[in-house]
Nanobody, 120 residues
Framework: QVVIVESGGGMAQTGGSLRLSCTAS???????????MSWYRQAPGKERRLVAF?????????EYADFAKDRFIISRNNGLKTAYLQMNRLSSEDTGVYYC?????????WGQGTQVTVSS
């Protein structure tokens, strides 16, 4: 079983920044670099949505939701088995629970989420 733990959430002011971390542990048989890492978010009363993902390998392909482009940056450090989401120019619409997912061969492993609250 792969265990995913997110951290770095909290409160931020409009226009501010937060950096989320997502660390994997447990039975990572194929090696952490083989996993595609994704960030999702779920705003209150809304469905969970993809924010960004980064392909397996060493900082390979990245993709972002339109609302995240030019503001958020996803990255990974395979040696630390950690993925990051740098969030800049935050707005109240970015408030929600942020989840990290590790994916390999059609298997997904989710974390418990970290709360992000943006206020003016």
């Amino acid at each position: 079983q792969v265990v995913i733990v997110e951290s770095g959430g909290g409160m931020a002011q409009t226009g501010g920044s937060l950096r989320l971390s997502c660390t994997a542990s447990g039975n990572i048989r194929e090696g952490y670099s083989a996993y595609t890492m994704s960030w999702y978010r779920q705003a209150p009363g809304k469905e969970r949505r993809l924010v960004a993902f980064i392909n397996s390998g060493n900082g390979g392909l990245t993709e972002y939701a339109d609302f995240a482009k030019d503001r958020f940056i996803i990255s990974r450090n395979n040696g630390l088995k950690t993925a990051y989401l740098q969030m800049n120019r935050l707005s109240s619409e970015d408030t929600g629970v942020y989840y990290c997912k590790a994916s390999i061969r059609a298997k997904d492993y989710w974390g418990q989420g970290t709360q992000v609250t943006v206020s003016s």
